[in-house]
Every structure is written in C-alpha cells, then in structure tokens.
C-alpha cells in the first residue's frame, strides 16, 4: 500500500498532514514529513539546547525532509532541515543531537544573514558544508561533487571558502551549547568521524579544490580538542532517549522503505519494540490490516497509555477504509495527548467527517478549531474545516475556511476570492466576518477597495471603510479561529 502524500507549497504548507507519519510533496521532488511522535522525540532533545543556545525553542521550526541523502540545512526564519537519510545514518541520540545543535550554531550566528553571504552568491539558505559533501556518500559521487562545485548551488569557490569558515564557527557554539545544557558533544565529533571528507571525496578527481582542502580531518581535529576540554564532555543521555532512537529509526524505515526492506532490517526473529513496532508498520503498508492491527493491539496491551500506538491503530483502519473503527483509537489517542499534538486532532477529525454522520461534524469542528490554534497555517485543517461546513450548510463558514486553506499555501489570490465570498455571506462585525476582511487586506487589497467595492455592490454599510481603516491603523490582529 502506497503511502499517502498530497501536495502542498512553500515552507508554511508542511503542516499540511496529520496522520502517522506523513509527507508533503514539493516542487523539489523532496517531501516534509509530519509525524507527531517523531516531532515531540526531538523537540525533547532539542529544547534545551536551543535554550541553552540563547534561542528561543518556539521560534526554531525543524523540518523532517524525506530524502535518503546524508543532508541538513539551517535557513532564514529559524528553520532547519533533516533528511531522513541523515537520521537513518546515526547510530545514537547524541549523534542526531549534534547535528541538530550544529545547524542551531548557523542560526544562532546569524549565518544566513551576513552580508558575506549574498557577496558570495550563495542560496537563501545555508547548507552546513561537510554534511552537504557526505550527500555525495548517499550513491552518486560525480553528481554530488558537480552539484557541491556549480555555481548555481554555492555560486564561487569564495563562497565554499566563505562557508568554511562558518562551519568551524557553527561546530563550536553548537558543542558549547549542548555542554551547558548538561549534554556531551562527543556525539558530533563520532558522526563526523564516520564520514571523513577524504572517503566521501576520494573519487572526485575533477575538483581539486575538494582535494586541496581536506575539511573533515581539519574539522574533526578542530573539534575533537575543545569539546575533550567540555566539563560534560563524558555525560550519559537519559535513559529513555536510546530507545526513543531506536524506535524512530524503526518508524522512518517502515513508513519510508518498500515493506520487503523493512522484513529485512527488522526480522521476526528480533522481538524487540523497535522491531514489532516496524512491522506493523510494514503489514499496513502492505495491505495486511488484519495483522497490523492485531500487531498494534499486542503493543497496546503492553503500553495502554501510549497515545502513538492509539494513532497507529486508527491510521490503519481509516486507511483500511473504517473511518467509524477509526473514530474510537483517533479520540483515544486526543485523550491521551491533549496538549501539543493538533495532527492527533486532524486525525480525530478527519475520520469523523468520512463516516458521513452529520451528527458528529460539529464535534469535528471543535476539533479542528483546537488544532488550528496550535497551528494556524495547517491547510490539511482548512481543508477539512471547510468540508464539514459545507456538508452542515453553512456556506460563509466554509468559504472562510477555503480562504484560510489558499492563504496558508500562499495561493493569495484563491484566497481573496474564498475571503469575498466569505464576507458576503457572514454577518457583518462577526468575528468570522473580520477575518475575511483581514485575508483580503493580507493578501494585498485596501481598504478603499473594498469600499468600491461595497459602493458597487450596494450591500454593505458605510461603516465598512471606516471599520476596517481603524483596525488597520491600531494594527489590532483579526481573532485566529
């Protein structure tokens, strides 16, 4: 069974989908994985590093990219970027950790801003030097290098020099950010010893300067010295976080590689949680419901207030067709997980809305509510939200939410039109009603337009000018549904 995907746009599009573990097509070929359990799994690592940084974590968006290249990139507006294939590659939390504290250091130096940057022709974002040169490890050496070396990626070989010196930059206020907050930063060093530059480049003889600057063994020295000097440089992770690991690397191989891979990797032999965990996985992937549901109930049964293992569950009958079968894991999963997890509501509502009961979309859409508070540019919500006004007859809602759908994709202009529509149909001075107004002026008309336009129409109050003119003059924000 193919995995679900859907497209979407932009970097604000990758909330777009909730259920299990997710992807977002985009125009790269590349795809934005969402995943409740693996999202929560390294913001739980990341947190206090991010602190510790002098970052405030809310501000930092980590994107989950489904790539099998060994990658990672920190770019304007505080994101960053991990391929999958970089996180199938470590073999321990404290080697993900580092990585991720790496491409804190870019953001926290303020990398992706210096003028230097733009001098050198580089891209709006920065990708950490040595880990793009091990995407060259990931099977295509020749392309990798040419795509390392061309100036449409890194623009001159100033910039490579440029970014050089960032990354050594990069590497230590990562370590030194990890060391306060009471972790170790041997976990960066060991991945970088893993992947010396001169084996990633040993065959790209057509750039010497590859060859004439050997960046992992100078890194790696660079490095080693000061984080040996780290007064936490010897501390233990939790407990708990080794297993966290490895049950994410199970979930990512199960949901991203063919099932006959997963068998593979993950054996009947092996008991393990990882393992059973990735093989029920696999079995839904696979169009065996039946045993994947029997597989989830046995880690169920060990684990019932493990809100993931709920989630799986309903993925698979929902999936399998059983939206109403569904219903009772989603809200069981919402129950156990109440704070910090609006793809869980998605979730709920998404299969209360395909068992076609119109007694149960208003409970829906309070459900759907709730997660866009969390995250307001989730256009799989919109989406959904609008489905469920439609079907209950409450056009101006839905157009609302259609709007509130095409805004969060950046399709401004199929925003405006939803929004008109909206506002025509909505009571005027309702909170609804400000938000159409407040979609239009956002996505670039005036307020003298919409004047002309309720003067053309003779269906508005006068008031309309003078009401939208104050609220944008005291810039006092529309209510977010």
Request: no cysteine; charged share 25%.
């Amino acid at each position: 069974m193919a995995l679900p995907r859907r497209l979407v746009s932009g970097v604000a599009a990758a909330a777009v989908l909730a259920t299990g573990l997710f992807t977002a097509e985009t125009a790269s070929a590349q795809s934005i994985i969402r995943d409740t359990e693996v999202e929560a799994i390294i913001r739980e690592w990341s947190d206090p590093v991010l602190d510790a940084m002098g970052l405030e974590p809310d501000d930092v968006t980590i994107l989950l990219i489904n790539d099998p290249t060994l990658n990672a990139f920190a770019t304007r507006g505080q994101i960053m970027g991990f391929h999958t294939g970089l996180i199938l590659e470590t073999d321990n939390p404290g080697q993900l950790l580092g990585v991720i504290a790496h491409e804190a250091g870019h953001i926290k130096n303020r990398h992706t801003l210096r003028d230097g940057a733009s001098d050198a022709g580089m891209q709006p974002f920065l990708v950490s030097m040595a880990l793009g040169a091990l995407a060259i490890a990931a099977g295509a050496p020749d392309a990798g290098a040419a795509l390392l070396g061309s100036s449409g990626y890194f623009g001159t070989i100033g910039a490579l020099q440029y970014m050089q010196s960032q990354e050594g930059e990069a590497d230590l206020t990562g370590a030194q950010a990890l060391d306060r907050a009471g972790l170790s930063a041997r976990g960066l060093v060991e991945f970088f010893e893993e992947f010396r530059a001169q084996e990633v480049f040993s065959d790209a003889r057509r750039y010497p300067y590859f060859r004439s600057h050997p960046l992992s063994s100078r890194r790696i020295e660079n490095l080693r010295r000061p984080v040996e000097n780290l007064p936490n440089h010897d501390a233990v992770e939790p407990e708990h976080w080794a297993g966290q690991h490895a049950l994410m690397l199970a979930k990512i191989d199960a949901f991203l590689n063919p099932p006959a891979q997963t068998f593979r990797t993950y054996r009947e032999s092996d008991t393990s949680l990882p393992a059973r965990y990735a093989r029920a996985i696999a079995w839904y992937r696979q169009g065996e419901t039946q045993r994947a549901v029997d597989a989830v109930d046995v880690l169920i049964a060990e684990d019932p207030e493990n809100p993931y293992y709920w989630e799986l569950k309903g993925q698979i009958l929902f999936e399998a067709g059983s939206p109403a079968d569904a219903v009772p894991a989603h809200a069981r999963a919402v129950e156990l997980m109440p704070q910090d997890a609006p793809l869980l509501r998605i979730n709920l509502a998404h299969a209360l809305i395909e068992t076609h009961d119109e007694t149960v979309l208003e409970r829906a859409i309070t459900e759907l509510r709730r997660a866009t508070i969390d995250e307001p540019n989730n256009p799989m919500a919109w989406r959904l939200m609008s489905q469920a006004y439609a079907t209950l007859g409450l056009e101006g809602e839905a157009r609302l939410a259609s709007a509130e759908f095409h805004f969060s994709v950046g399709q401004q202009r199929q925003a405006t039109q939803f929004a008109l529509r909206a506002r025509d149909m909505l009571d005027p001075g309702s909170v609804e009603w400000r938000r159409a107004v407040d979609i239009v002026l956002a996505s670039g008309a005036t307020p003298e337009d919409l004047e002309d336009l309720d003067r053309r129409q003779g269906e508005r109050p006068r008031s309309l000018y003078e009401d939208v003119t104050a609220r944008r003059l005291s810039h006092t924000p529309a209510h977010q549904h």
